[in-house]
């Protein structure tokens, strides 16, 4: 971003866009004026008016390309659907909303304005916000808010107006997330998470899949990837299912205002059970499941095509989201999946058996732990696994890759990542970049230099050494790295165990103490 990019805030102090933390400053100056209104709640409201302003700008810009070359074309809804544009009717437009901002009736302006984008394009419906005219929700907060938002990309236009408005969403995504806390983990994956799992697997072209997209983050990062490394954003075809139909919402927006074409679809019955995609076989699929679900319904499936390594347990849903994106990958595929820890290591009900047979498969490509406090909703420690459909070679940009059967690599990062405030973390670039240059080395990339393992860090480990360690795939086991907490024991638990520990050493202690006083008092010492 140049430096003399701008934006005004609700004082109509000037933010310019170029500078690190232009984001925060804009988020800053929209929380104070959220007031007392839950996190949860004024998401919604801040969101939809970031949208309106993207899809607005957008039309506005062809709009008046249009009337210059031809006034009729300007008014041809498909003259903006054949460039990917949303048709804005002009009492839903944002200079019309802007001009009415400090109106009692803005909320029900705006709730029209919604109304009228989603009559107009079919791929909007039920998508956006309507609630704006709530008693509950404060009209003149409201018009502060359109009068902040109105100076993000002011005066720019294309695909610069929509980078930074783009930027603006994903900034405030993240940022409600962990206002929220825990229900913010439910649709949003730390940037940096999904910026590992993006950086390794590589998604050029093909299809890419994600059977939990949340808000669409992992779909985001793999579009900028492509951009950021030359390649043509139109190589990629995008395919989601989300079963919150509040998060799908987030994610329709999400994608829209990056200007992605998706088929992103939504059920309350979920993938297992609803399998919207039934027949897609995916090039890369990058998914965050949520960990340990317990109800997932699985007393229903025990019958199931997915199921290709055995019947996942109807008490955690881990393996049977491994083993429906091993099911929905295509020849040549690969899937990258964030989940608990325990989930290398489990025994009970059948999961060393599963991940037994997956191993003997050869379907599991490399192993990653991560650093703890990476996640809003969780202080269970995560890993990620690395699926690939076909390790005698596979396919990466259309080179291909050394045969790594009979191989798994094991990447330790579980020492990386900096504090960003007092309860999370993130990794950095640097950090990133290591842990992807690592994967690229090993699988025989051209032009990834030659791998190497690294004490601590990495290790290229044989089936035969997992087989020894009985299918664990904990990465501690093969890198050599000092011992660390491997389960997903819940820190109230380890705290009354080590509290427990700690009072009998204590009692014992005394009992020692009490013993040697006596002993020096036989032979004559008063202690």
Same mark, same amino acid.
Request: aromatic residues 8%.
């Given at each position: 971003?140049?430096?003399?990019?701008?934006?005004?805030?609700?004082?109509?102090?000037?933010?310019?866009?170029?500078?690190?933390?232009?984001?925060?400053?804009?988020?800053?100056?929209?929380?104070?004026?959220?007031?007392?209104?839950?996190?949860?709640?004024?998401?919604?409201?801040?969101?939809?008016?970031?949208?309106?302003?993207?899809?607005?700008?957008?039309?506005?810009?062809?709009?008046?390309?249009?009337?210059?070359?031809?006034?009729?074309?300007?008014?041809?809804?498909?003259?903006?659907?054949?460039?990917?544009?949303?048709?804005?009717?002009?009492?839903?437009?944002?200079?019309?909303?802007?001009?009415?901002?400090?109106?009692?009736?803005?909320?029900?302006?705006?709730?029209?304005?919604?109304?009228?984008?989603?009559?107009?394009?079919?791929?909007?419906?039920?998508?956006?916000?309507?609630?704006?005219?709530?008693?509950?929700?404060?009209?003149?907060?409201?018009?502060?808010?359109?009068?902040?938002?109105?100076?993000?990309?002011?005066?720019?236009?294309?695909?610069?107006?929509?980078?930074?408005?783009?930027?603006?969403?994903?900034?405030?995504?993240?940022?409600?997330?962990?206002?929220?806390?825990?229900?913010?983990?439910?649709?949003?994956?730390? =940037?940096?998470?999904?910026?590992?799992?993006?950086?390794?697997?590589?998604?050029?072209?093909?299809?890419?899949?994600?059977?939990?997209?949340?808000?669409?983050?992992?779909?985001?990062?793999?579009?900028?990837?492509?951009?950021?490394?030359?390649?043509?954003?139109?190589?990629?075809?995008?395919?989601?299912?989300?079963?919150?139909?509040?998060?799908?919402?987030?994610?329709?927006?999400?994608?829209?205002?990056?200007?992605?074409?998706?088929?992103?679809?939504?059920?309350?019955?979920?993938?297992?059970?609803?399998?919207?995609?039934?027949?897609?076989?995916?090039?890369?699929?990058?998914?965050?499941?949520?960990?340990?679900?317990?109800?997932?319904?699985?007393?229903?499936?025990?019958?199931?095509?997915?199921?290709?390594?055995?019947?996942?347990?109807?008490?955690?849903?881990?393996?049977?989201?491994?083993?429906?994106?091993?099911?929905?990958?295509?020849?040549?595929?690969?899937?990258?999946?964030?989940?608990?820890?325990?989930?290398?290591?489990?025994?009970?009900?059948?999961?060393?058996?599963?991940?037994?047979?997956?191993?003997?498969?050869?379907?599991?490509?490399?192993?990653?732990?991560?650093?703890?406090?990476?996640?809003?909703?969780?202080?269970?420690?995560?890993?990620?696994?690395?699926?690939?459909?076909?390790?005698?070679?596979?396919?990466?940009?259309?080179?291909?890759?050394?045969?790594?059967?009979?191989?798994?690599?094991?990447?330790?990062?579980?020492?990386?990542?900096?504090?960003?405030?007092?309860?999370?973390? $993130?990794?950095?670039?640097?950090?990133?970049?290591?842990?992807?240059?690592?994967?690229?080395?090993?699988?025989? $990339?051209?032009?990834?230099?030659?791998?190497?393992?690294?004490?601590?860090?990495?290790?290229?480990?044989?089936?035969?050494?997992? =087989?020894?360690?009985?299918?664990?795939?904990?990465?501690?086991?093969?890198?050599?790295?000092?011992?660390?907490?491997?389960?997903?024991?819940?820190?109230?638990?380890?705290?009354? =165990?080590?509290?427990?520990?700690?009072?009998?050493?204590?009692? =014992?202690?005394?009992?020692?103490?009490?013993?040697?006083?006596?002993?020096?008092?036989?032979?004559?010492?008063?202690?």
């Amino acid at each position: 971003m140049a430096q003399n990019d701008t934006a005004k805030n609700g004082n109509g102090t000037v933010l310019k866009q170029g500078q690190l933390g232009f984001e925060a400053e804009l988020f800053k100056a929209a929380d104070k004026l959220r007031g007392n209104m839950e996190p949860s709640d004024y998401k919604h409201v801040a969101l939809g008016l970031i949208f309106l302003k993207y899809i607005s700008d957008a039309f506005e810009t062809r709009h008046a390309q249009l009337l210059a070359e031809d006034a009729a074309a300007a008014e041809d809804k498909d003259e903006y659907l054949a460039d990917n544009i949303f048709w804005v009717p002009s009492a839903a437009r944002w200079s019309h909303l802007q001009a009415n901002a400090k109106q009692p009736t803005i909320g029900t302006l705006i709730d029209d304005a919604m109304r009228a984008i989603e009559k107009d394009n079919e791929s909007l419906k039920g998508v956006l916000p309507k609630d704006y005219a709530r008693p509950a929700l404060n009209k003149v907060m409201l018009g502060e808010l359109i009068d902040l938002i109105s100076g993000i990309a002011l005066n720019e236009e294309g695909d610069r107006s929509k980078d930074i408005l783009g930027r603006v969403y994903e900034y405030f995504l993240g940022q409600f997330a962990g206002a929220e806390g825990k229900r913010g983990g439910e649709f949003y994956t730390p =940037r940096s998470v999904v910026r590992v799992l993006v950086e390794m697997l590589e998604p050029y072209s093909g299809r890419v899949y994600d059977p939990c997209c949340g808000s669409g983050g992992m779909f985001v990062q793999s579009e900028k990837f492509v951009h950021e490394h030359g390649g043509r954003i139109g190589d990629i075809a995008i395919y989601g299912q989300e079963s919150n139909y509040t998060t799908w919402r987030l994610a329709k927006m999400n994608l829209a205002v990056r200007g992605i074409d998706s088929d992103i679809r939504w059920n309350n019955e979920g993938s297992f059970h609803k399998d919207e995609l039934r027949d897609l076989k995916a090039d890369f699929i990058l998914a965050n499941p949520p960990f340990n679900i317990s109800d997932w319904g699985g007393e229903r499936l025990r019958e199931d095509v997915r199921w290709a390594f055995g019947a996942p347990p109807v008490g955690n849903a881990n393996y049977a989201w491994l083993q429906h994106i091993a099911h929905h990958l295509a020849p040549h595929g690969f899937a990258g999946v964030v989940l608990a820890n325990g989930s290398m290591s489990s025994q009970q009900s059948g999961e060393g058996d599963i991940r037994k047979a997956m191993i003997e498969a050869n379907i599991v490509d490399c192993m990653v732990a991560l650093p703890g406090q990476l996640f809003y909703s969780t202080q269970i420690p995560a890993c990620l696994w690395i699926l690939a459909k076909d390790r005698s070679n596979g396919l990466v940009k259309k080179t291909k890759l050394r045969d790594r059967r009979g191989e798994v690599l094991f990447i330790d990062a579980r020492k990386l990542g900096v504090l960003v405030d007092r309860t999370r973390r $993130e990794l950095t670039d640097g950090e990133i970049g290591r842990i992807a240059a690592t994967y690229h080395a090993w699988r025989g $990339e051209a032009n990834a230099g030659e791998y190497a393992d690294i004490p601590g860090f990495c290790k290229s480990a044989t089936l035969d050494a997992i =087989r020894k360690h009985d299918y664990v795939l904990t990465p501690g086991r093969y890198v050599g790295a000092e011992a660390q907490d491997e389960d997903d024991e819940a820190f109230a638990e380890k705290m009354q =165990r080590l509290t427990a520990q700690l009072f009998e050493q204590t009692k =014992r202690g005394a009992e020692l103490d009490a013993v040697i006083r006596d002993k020096l008092g036989a032979l004559g010492y008063g202690v």
